[in-house]
């Protein structure tokens, strides 16, 4: 595994915009890059960035400038500008193999996914999900996110589950409030597994599956070793679509190996047959450890995850800690 060097005041962050742009809310990106410039790294925007479209530009467009950024020597990582919904478009246009010779951190949330899942699975790069750069705009800075910037930094590997977090959408809400106990859901008491983490939004994954982009068959192979730790943030998918999305990622061999299953919280749930999350996993996982409504993904707080890294999970009574080893 490829571990990109990690940043320090003066590091130069690169943002792009292989999803969505930001112009609709620039008010609040601005405010998230402050923050950054407060931790006192330079940054630096490609063009596309601050466009007010569900596109950050056009496919071809869009991946040249992440390429630029791949390998521009002054650029120490890359940021992607916010989520969406079309990443998926730019993936020919991406120099994936340009990554490996001029390695560097990649961290998104959300469609983000698209990109970094490729990077980790087929090409050995560790990859981060945990924000964007346009995360950072809430006052005061939440916990979840100091902590994010302290992993970007080489530190704080081990972090551990929350007690409370925020149902409501943070954009549905008129403010942000932990309002809702934190209880890590599964059908064993207690679990202790180290494995190779690897994952992200399934809702976009499930677009990779069977594709050039999908490597994760070779990647449960590879590491069969070391077993495999997967987490799933579920932005949207109904019970039933994430039942049989699970199932297709099984059919395709993407299990094997596999010692646990992690599932963040869902931030819109909904059901066409009345069927739960929790039947569902159950029955896609009948002899690997999942563990359900974890502190993964869109709903707040969420952990940072770093694919490609060993994963030590401890899982005891609802309750969690999960700690990365870069080797």
């Known amino acids: 595994m490829i571990y990109p060097a990690f940043i320090e005041k003066g590091s130069t962050i690169g943002i792009c915009a292989p999803s969505a742009g930001v112009g609709r809310k620039l008010d ?50 890359i940021m992607c500008a916010a989520g969406g919904d079309f990443l998926f478009e730019i993936l020919p246009y991406v120099r994936f193999r340009d990554m490996q010779k001029h390695p560097k951190w990649i961290m998104g949330a959300s469609d983000p996914t698209g990109l970094l899942f490729p990077l980790t699975s087929k090409y050995d790069i560790a990859t981060i999900y945990g924000c964007n750069a346009g995360s950072y705009d809430l006052v005061p800075l939440p916990k979840y996110l100091r902590n994010n910037l302290r992993i970007i930094k080489g530190g704080l590997m081990e972090q551990k589950s929350f007690s409370k977090y ?48 999908d490597g994760a068959k070779s990647f449960v192979q590879r590491y069969a070793d070391d077993g495999v730790i997967w987490y799933f943030d579920n932005f949207s998918q109904s019970a039933e679509v994430m039942y049989r999305t699970l199932l297709q990622m099984k059919y395709a061999g993407w299990f094997k ?25 159950r029955s896609v996982f009948t002899d690997i450890p999942v563990i359900w409504e974890a502190d993964i993904g869109h709903t707040m707080p969420s952990m940072t995850m770093i694919n490609g890294a060993l994963l030590e999970l401890h899982y005891k009574n609802e309750k969690a800690s999960l700690k990365f080893i870069l080797e």
């Open 28 to 77: 609040e990106f601005d405010r998230s890059l402050q923050r950054l410039r407060k931790e006192e790294y330079i940054l630096k925007e490609t063009a596309s960035v601050r466009l007010n479209d569900v596109r950050g530009g056009d496919a071809e467009t869009r991946g040249k400038e992440l390429n630029s950024l791949i390998n521009d020597e002054e650029t120490d990582m």
């Open 166 to 213: 925020m149902k409501t959408p943070s954009f549905l809400a008129e403010k942000i409030e932990m309002d809702t106990p934190v209880r890590w859901k599964s059908d064993i008491k207690e679990l202790n597994v180290t494995g190779r983490c690897i994952g992200g939004c399934i809702d976009v994954l499930k677009d990779l599956i069977g594709t050039p982009y």
């Open 257 to 281: 190996n596999t010692k646990a299953v992690l599932i963040g919280r869902v931030l819109f749930e909904s059901s066409e047959t009345g069927m739960s999350y929790a039947d569902g996993f």
